[in-house]
């Protein structure tokens, strides 16, 4: 009997541990005194090296000292997508670069936290699959730092299904719809010459196309000096360079993107409403700018 005892008591203890979790945004894999260029082609070598696939790279607000490698990999990719409702834009993860006093901060966005937030009741579904990605992720990054300690605020693990900044902001189940089209060949065709074109200072930092399922994803670097990156990312923090670019869906035939307030939120949750105030405009103008890309 005590024996039954002291299990269930673990059992209860466990769980609660589990509920009540705290999960921060990124992973802080080290620092060197190595230039971005040497570090990123280390990175870019580990992770390709251990069966992950780069999408693509770039210097978010066009500066040396921040850059952002997107990659993915075949199982993370083939998994999310199965969850019909915009899973597909959980299957890219980013490293984030930042140069500061002679030193290069790596960082990583955390799978758990995005994981959960973008694939919410499904996430327990397909567990194991994403407990085996994280695992794999560390060990690859184990040859390049040592620290990973999360940083940029937290939100409790089970809350993350249903985050939200502050009450009526909304919510992962209120995307901003960009464009609806006459087929989905049509607005992949669109979104792609318009992204060739850089219209609205845009560049394209990588895509994920899934023909068979006719949805693609659209990793899109802001260059607009008014409202871009180079305008809001210094007042909420550079720091945390791994939260871009934004993102365009097309699933089927309507292109969408998370709504600013919720995205930004999201990888800024330690945000205090007086520095979200500063950047009033800026859910505004990416939808404005990913709207023109849109059509």
Known sequence: MKTLILCITAIITFNLNSFG?????????????ETISVVSDKIINALQNNSFTILGTYNPSGKSNLKVIAFTRTDIKNTVIKIVDRGALAAVFKVGLVQKNGKVTISYTNPDYLLRAYLRDNYITFKRTFQKFNSDLKSTFSTIGNEFTPFGGTVKA????????????????????LNEYSSFEEGLKIIEDNLKAKKGNT?????????????????????????????????????????????????????????????????????????????????????????????
């Not at 979790?21 to 005194?33: D, F, H, M, N, R």
């Not at 089970?158 to 719809?177: A, E, N, Q, R, S």
């Not at 939120?265 to 105030?277: D, H, I, Q, R, S």
Request: charged share 25%.
């Open 21 to 33: 979790q705290e999960l921060a945004p990124y992973i802080k894999v080290g620092e060197t005194s």
């Open 158 to 177: 089970d809350k993350l299904k249903k985050y939200h900044y502050k009450i009526f902001m909304p919510y992962f189940t209120d995307p901003v719809t």
């Open 203 to 295: 560049v394209q930092v990588y895509k994920l196309i899934y023909n068979k399922e006719k949805v693609a994803v659209f990793g899109v670097g802001l260059q607009s000096k008014e409202d871009g990156e180079s305008h809001f990312l210094p007042k909420i923090g550079e720091d945390h360079a791994a939260a871009m670019p934004y993102e365009i869906i097309l699933q089927g035939n309507k292109s969408t993107m998370l709504h600013g307030k919720y995205r930004i939120a999201l990888f800024w949750p330690e945000l205090t409403m007086g520095t979200f105030m500063k950047i009033m405009s800026t859910p505004g103008d990416i939808e404005d700018t990913l709207e023109k890309l849109c059509q």
